[in-house]
């Protein structure tokens, strides 16, 4: 398997870590070797956070600038801050209204590069599921509808029930399942107009 690369990305406070650990187990668990590292920089509460997953046969932790196959971003800003992580042809995920992402003035450089954007309003789902500390819980759910990459919907699934302490396993699911539709749906309509 050739090595998939994965940056994630937020602000502190948003479970940027957490995220990449789901990933991470997934990945284990499937039996990939994996390389990760995180750079934190103002990694208070608020400060950017960002994190590189590698799976598969990395000799590097850190990806380079144009190597990540997907970016999820847990902020509209890091996403665009981020974004020359992408490859030409990478995938886009990020925590923003689906019909204001992405902003006019870098939808451009996406086409351009072949670079597929896709939002959804993680944290307002998060919030009305009474979970509003799972955001990324939704990010990752959501990433995971499409069907892109080694670690399928059902494995990272499993990892969040396996993860998550016996009184939030619940509403984890939830969110989990609530998000992986929301991000079916859009799937579905993609897939009308091809």
Same mark, same amino acid.
């Given at each position: 398997?050739?090595?998939?690369?994965?940056?994630?990305? %937020?602000?502190? /406070?948003? %479970?940027?870590?957490?995220?990449?650990?789901?990933?991470?187990?997934?990945?284990?668990?499937?039996?990939?070797?994996?390389?990760? #590292?995180?750079? @934190?920089?103002?990694?208070?509460?608020?400060?950017?956070?960002?994190? @590189?997953?590698?799976?598969?046969?990395?000799?590097?932790?850190?990806?380079?600038?144009?190597?990540?196959?997907?970016?999820?971003?847990?902020?509209?800003?890091?996403?665009?801050?981020?974004?020359?992580?992408?490859?030409?042809? %990478?995938?886009?995920?990020?925590?923003?209204?689906?019909?204001? +992402?992405?902003?006019?003035?870098?939808? #451009?450089?996406?086409?351009?590069?072949?670079?597929?954007?896709?939002?959804?309003?993680?944290?307002?789902?998060?919030?009305? =599921?009474?979970?509003?500390?799972?955001?990324? =819980?939704?990010?990752? #759910?959501?990433?995971? #509808?499409? /069907?892109? %990459?080694?670690?399928?919907?059902?494995? =990272?699934?499993?990892?969040?029930?396996?993860?998550?302490? /016996?009184?939030?396993?619940?509403?984890? =699911?939830?969110?989990?399942?609530?998000?992986?539709?929301?991000?079916?749906?859009?799937?579905?309509?993609?897939?009308? +107009?091809?």
């Amino acid at each position: 398997m050739r090595t998939v690369n994965y940056v994630l990305c %937020g602000l502190g /406070g948003q %479970g940027i870590l957490f995220m990449t650990k789901i990933f991470a187990m997934t990945a284990l668990n499937k039996g990939y070797n994996i390389l990760g #590292a995180e750079t @934190h920089g103002m990694a208070q509460r608020g400060g950017s956070v960002v994190s @590189h997953l590698r799976i598969g046969k990395a000799r590097s932790s850190l990806i380079r600038a144009g190597a990540a196959d997907f970016l999820l971003s847990m902020d509209e800003s890091e996403a665009y801050r981020y974004l020359p992580y992408l490859k030409k042809g %990478g995938k886009l995920f990020t925590n923003a209204p689906s019909d204001k +992402f992405p902003d006019e003035r870098v939808a #451009a450089y996406l086409e351009k590069q072949d670079i597929e954007p896709r939002a959804m309003e993680a944290s307002k789902t998060a919030m009305d =599921l009474g979970s509003p500390r799972s955001t990324n =819980l939704a990010m990752v #759910a959501f990433f995971s #509808a499409f /069907g892109f %990459g080694p670690l399928n919907a059902d494995d =990272l699934r499993a990892t969040v029930d396996n993860m998550s302490p /016996g009184p939030f396993k619940e509403t984890n =699911l939830k969110i989990f399942d609530t998000c992986y539709e929301t991000g079916r749906k859009m799937v579905n309509k993609l897939n009308i +107009f091809d």
